[in-house]
T-cell receptor, first 113, second 111 residues
């Protein structure tokens, strides 16, 4: 079965802080995604990638950078964290883009004070 | 871009009854509509999907209906059980590489 892991699971930082969220998938999937989940908004796509070195902009990219270093690893970077970025972040992977089942990681809860 | 509206933010049904969750989308080119389930405190997992070349799909107690003219699709859960309690998200494919999610429906199954 698909395996997507995320670290850390919980993170607290202060406004202006630097945060990196990590995601690893072991399914040899091409596509990886970063979402944020907020009540009333569902899941919103931040960035995604279809392979190592590739990055595509999602629907809510402002304030976020991302990097796909290998097929397995996808990182989300918040360089100047703000309270509006307090959220639950999910990473997901899929074999192809959009058409097939996405496998989600357990999530990272980020609090920006 | 694509927008997906999920009409019920909360839904409560009695155990054994059917639950229906309705979604609409805006992009007539959308052709793939998955549903995901999120149990309390957990991550999301895929439950069922439908493609635009059919208007009905069933998997055990789950039925998805698609009305392309109305740009509407729905999830029907028959003979509901306590383990069906969760947040359900509908989604639509936008472009070739990403999907857009609805805001979620919290389904509660009452004993």
């Amino acid at each position: 079965e698909a395996a997507v892991t995320q670290s850390p699971r919980n993170k607290v930082t202060v406004t202006g802080g630097n945060v990196t969220l990590s995601c690893r998938q072991t399914n040899s999937h091409n596509y990886m995604y970063w979402y944020r989940q907020d009540t009333g908004h569902g899941l919103r796509l931040i960035h995604y990638s279809y392979g190592a070195g590739n990055l595509q902009i999602g629907d809510v990219p402002d304030g976020y950078k991302a990097t796909r270093t290998t097929q397995e690893d996808f990182f989300l970077l918040l360089e100047l964290a703000s309270p509006s970025q307090t959220s639950l972040y999910f990473c997901a992977s899929s074999d192809t883009g959009g058409s097939y089942e996405q496998y989600f990681g357990p999530g990272t809860r980020l609090t920006v004070l | 871009g694509e927008k997906v509206e999920q009409h019920e933010s909360t839904l409560s049904v009695r155990e054994g009854d059917s639950a229906v969750i309705n979604c609409t989308y805006t992009d007539t080119a959308s052709s793939y509509f998955p549903w995901y389930k999120q149990e309390a405190g957990k991550s999301l997992h895929f439950v069922i999907d439908i493609r635009s070349n059919v208007d009905r799909k069933q998997s055990q107690r789950l039925i998805v209906l698609l009305d392309k003219k109305a740009k509407r699709f729905s999830l029907h859960i028959t003979a509901t059980q306590p383990e069906d309690s969760a947040i359900y998200f509908c989604a639509a494919r936008y472009g070739n590489e990403k999907i857009t999610f609805g805001a979620g429906t919290k389904l509660t199954i009452k004993p």
